[in-house]
């Protein structure tokens, strides 16, 4: 009787089917969880970015240039966890349509908040995007997907910790 083969199957157009060790329905469900990952940082990108630009009053100095550092962190997130989902064998969302529809964060307000306001907003936006990356754990854990794991923990290790910055400007005593 021949040995089965260790080489993955050709698909259709002769471009080999993925054969990584984990089961298309759990790749399947890992993009999906981060597409949506992928969703809410580029929207706490984008509002973050928003507020360096349209921060006012005593503390502009400090909120302008703690914002750039945090948008810019977050601009370069998007590129390893957009690469993950494409090394998983599904597209990469990419349009404001996909985002809107995949991120658990509420757009930023079409009229810039006061500065504290903005603070509280992007403690929000840390702390939901901590949550959406939590919340994928178990699947990744299950299928012993250790990459998309190492990149949740980074990200985790980030929103938790910004959120505690953030959340430390609004503490007053
Ligand atoms: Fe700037």
């Not at 298309?24 to 580029?42: H, P």
Request: aromatic fraction near 6%.
């Amino acid at each position: 009787m021949a040995k089965k083969s260790a080489i993955a199957p050709a698909s259709a157009k002769g471009v080999p089917s993925i054969n990584i060790g984990i089961s298309d329905k759990d790749r399947a469900a890992i993009a999906q969880g981060l597409s949506k990952l992928l969703a809410d940082t580029y929207t706490l990108y984008l509002t973050t970015h928003n507020f360096h630009w349209n921060v006012t009053g005593p503390m502009f100095n400090s909120l302008h240039a703690m914002f750039m550092a945090q948008y810019t962190e977050l601009w370069n997130a998007v590129d390893p966890i957009a690469e993950r989902i494409r090394s998983l064998g599904h597209p990469a969302p990419g349009s404001y349509g996909q985002f809107a529809a995949l991120s658990s964060l509420k757009d930023a307000p079409a009229t810039p908040p006061k500065a504290l306001e903005m603070v509280r907003i992007l403690v929000e936006g840390h702390e939901g995007v901590a949550r959406t990356a939590r919340a994928l754990f178990p699947i990744v854990d299950k299928a012993g997907d250790e990459p998309s794991a190492d990149l949740l923990t980074q990200r985790l290790t980030v929103h938790e910790q910004t959120a505690w910055m953030l959340r430390s400007l609004l503490e007053d005593r």
